[in-house]
């Protein structure tokens, strides 16, 4: 383990001293760090290719780091176990799957316990931010509840986010980074005495007789609620493409998790494919973690997140390829390149047009799809059951919060406890928070050139209002909706600059024409400090769109706490350009230079793999379809397509994305069956055998 794949120093998130331990990989001796997963221990370690395909032969690593694939199964002390989910224990021996892994031994020794029952008026599944903030509401009204997550710790995606956060200052925390937010809900709920949590503790299935099985820390108990809240959040969209299941392709909650949860820094050159707030966000992440972005390609004609968060990735150098597609990922066995293309009107690729730039990671981030099988299966037990945050709409988190808070208050009334009516202003408010990124309006600067006065370079209809919220003048007023509408200047500025460290989108600067009106001071954010700068340093500024303005000096570099770890860069510049600047470029351009020729491409029809556990061709479902078959059960039975340990949740989509293709109606498609359990769990548990909090 060295600390070329370690993330030693952060702007953001704090380097904590940890007890290293070694364990053995395929017989060698590693070091790790104690409560670390086996997957994060690899990577760190330089490992990526966790064992090959018994199909194929082809690599396996990691895909989504959730446990709800098994993509990054390895043998540990002869188990076959998820990495991403087992702790690495000292002196363990993991072994990579070549194959078939071998079945663990049988003894008759296993201890055994009663299985515990539990009623509970309320089960809460996930502990992300909708799952806290219902519970605190259910806390209050003194509702004994139970709240269940898989991971280590309360928080969800909150815990993987570095950034401030959108929103409402009142109602979701705007302004405040998502992993403190998911601190403080944690603490909360921990402390409430009407509210027990269960860690590492995962939900399999709402069985017909009103009972929940759920593991925790290895150990199966049975739980009868009244009502059950699914808060258990989203699972990331796959997509089809030459070389999609090369190692070194995994999805944005993979690259978060070892990055901002482990501090793990698992590629040195990534390329994202997916220009949404995950994917956008994500590029910024990578930055904050001394990663090179090579680029980043969206299908559409503008990024579907917010106008913001793709204009901080374009300030900062890194290039944005909209109405593009990846074709290939290159490699044999991880990504070495990546190909892409500009696509027509039907999204499909102009040939003359491919690209292929060097990279070691492909990143995925082209959607999510609802979590939504405890929903169904309570409903078909005849549980009463609420849903909330991505489990019932993907949504950003800070709707998930609000409308977390909603569904406690209508759990409180659908148990009968006297409760007064919920505001028709919240569900309004809920609306705005959950809305999509509206119009985008032309930029409205201020025309004096005298005094100091905040530039706001955020021109899109959003839901936030944090910068309104700190002004300590009131000078900063939102045109229409009091968080949907556009942020303007009226008024009288002090220079404080607290709008300038709280904007989420780093899209406020402050010029300052005081002292020297022909070359006045323009204050800049900046929270990518590990990339340094100091006094002196000559930077080159850029506008709004990320388009160099000239090369200027530093004259000072302010780090306050109060600023919740957001520098101010004081530069000056000329005046024509003062209004314009908003921020300066940290990556340079050879970083994202498509390499010279082009990497021959595969022209074999359809080879883009559809199921990764089955290794099964979108080629393979094609000829299905065109011999009339629309049942996706009949089509597992063929290539058992959905038959492997994800159990569906990956290539579903996909083989329906081929129907759509087809001109089939998915209301004519037969829909598969999905495997009873969430997860795989071995047999033993069932009858109260004991196995490890890793297991």
């Known amino acids: 383990m060295t600390d070329d794949y370690r993330i030693t120093q952060h702007p953001v998130l704090a380097v904590p001293e940890r007890r290293k331990i070694k364990f053995r990989w395929n017989g060698k001796v590693l070091s790790a760090y104690e409560d670390e997963v086996i997957s994060s221990a690899l990577f760190a370690n330089g490992i990526r290719i966790f064992g090959h395909h018994q199909k194929d032969g082809s690599a396996q690593g990691i895909y989504c780091a959730n446990g709800q694939c098994s993509k990054c199964t ?61 519970a605190l509401q259910l806390g209050e009204h003194r509702v004994r509840t139970l709240l269940v997550d898989d ?90 493409f030459r070389g999609n299941t090369l190692a070194g392709i995994y999805g944005a909650g993979a690259f978060q998790t070892l990055v901002n949860r482990d501090l793990v820094k698992p590629t040195s050159r990534l390329f994202i494919v997916g220009g949404g707030n995950v994917g956008l966000i994500s590029g910024y992440h990578a930055l904050q973690a001394g990663i090179e972005v090579v680029g980043l390609v969206e299908a559409l004609s503008r990024c579907g997140g917010y106008k913001v968060h793709a204009d901080k990735l374009k300030r ?77 709409e993907i949504a950003e988190a800070s709707s998930a919060m609000f409308n977390g808070k909603i569904t406690g208050l209508k759990i409180v009334r659908e148990l009968g406890i006297p409760l007064a009516d919920i505001p028709e202003s919240w569900y309004r408010k809920a609306e705005t928070l959950k809305s999509e990124p509206g119009r985008i309006y032309p930029q409205r600067a201020p025309e004096s050139e005298e005094g100091i006065f ?60 005081r002292q020297d009106k022909d070359m006045p001071t323009v204050t800049l954010p900046y929270e990518v400090s590990n990339h340094q700068v100091s006094p002196g340093d000559e930077i080159v500024v850029t506008d709004i769109a990320g388009n160099g303005l000239g090369k200027y000096r530093i004259e000072e570099v302010v780090d306050l706490k109060t600023n919740n770890r957001t520098q101010l860069i004081r530069i000056k510049v000329p005046g024509n350009i003062a209004k314009k600047t908003v921020s300066f470029r940290i990556q340079e351009e050879m970083v994202s230079q498509p390499l010279p020729g082009a990497i021959p491409e595969d022209r074999k029809s359809d080879a883009e793999m559809v199921c990764l556990c089955e290794r099964v061709t979108a080629g393979e479902i094609r000829a299905l379809i065109h011999r009339g078959i629309t049942d996706l059960n009949q089509i597992k039975a063929i290539t058992r397509a959905g038959m492997g340990p994800c159990g569906a949740k990956t290539c579903d989509s996909l083989i329906k994305q081929i129907f759509r293709q087809e001109g089939v109606p998915l209301t004519t498609v037969e829909p598969n069956t999905r495997r009873p359990l969430f997860v795989e769990v071995p047999l033993g548990r069932f009858a109260g055998e004991v196995g490890g909090d890793d297991e």
């Not at 990495?83 to 194959?99: L, N, Y």
């Not at 009663?114 to 502990?127: F, M, P, S, T």
């Not at 060097?358 to 999510?368: H, N, R, Y």
């Not at 944090?466 to 002090?494: A, M, N, R, W």
Request: charged residues 20%; hydrophobic residues 40%; proline residues 5%.
């Open 74 to 134: 390895v043998i540990a002390d002869g188990i076959p176990v998820k990495s991403c989910m087992t702790k690495v224990r000292p002196g363990m021996e993991v072994k990579s799957v070549e194959g078939l892994p071998g079945l663990p031994e049988v003894t008759d020794k296993q201890e055994r316990k009663e299985i515990e029952e539990i009623a509970i008026d309320v089960l809460i599944v996930g502990g992300g931010p909708a799952g806290l903030s219902a």
């Open 151 to 240: 991971k280590n710790e309360l928080g969800g995606k909150l815990v993987l986010q570095t950034h401030k956060f959108f929103g409402s200052v009142e109602d979701s925390y705007a302004g405040t980074r998502g992993n403190d937010i998911g601190r403080l809900l944690a603490e909360k709920v921990i402390a409430d005495p009407f509210i027990e949590t269960w860690t590492n503790s995962t939900v399999l299935y709402v069985f017909s007789d009103r009972r929940v099985g759920i593991i925790k820390n290895g150990i199966y108990k049975n739980v009868k609620p009244k009502i059950i809240l699914n808060a258990a959040g989203a699972r990331e969209k796959f997509l089809r």
């Open 316 to 392: 900062l150098g890194v290039p944005i390829y909209t109405s593009h597609t990846v074709i290939a990922a290159n490699g044999k066995e991880t990504v070495e390149s990546v190909t892409i293309a500009r696509i027509d009107k039907s999204f499909q690729a102009i040939s003359g047009t491919e690209r292929t730039f060097s990279c070691d990671t492909v990143l995925i981030a082209v959607g999510l799809e609802s979590v939504n099988e405890f929903t169904r299966e309570a409903e078909e037990a005849g549980i009463r059951v609420f849903s909330a945050g991505d489990a019932s």
């Open 454 to 513: 905040p530039v706001i370079h955020c021109v899109q209809e959003i839901p936030c209002n944090p910068c309104s919220t700190v002004c300590p003048t009131h000078s900063i007023l939102i045109e229409g909706d009091p968080i949907l509408g556009i942020p303007y200047f009226q008024g009288k500025c002090v220079g404080c600059g607290k709008c300038v460290a709280i904007c989420p989108g780093l899209a406020i600067t402050l010029v300052d024409y």
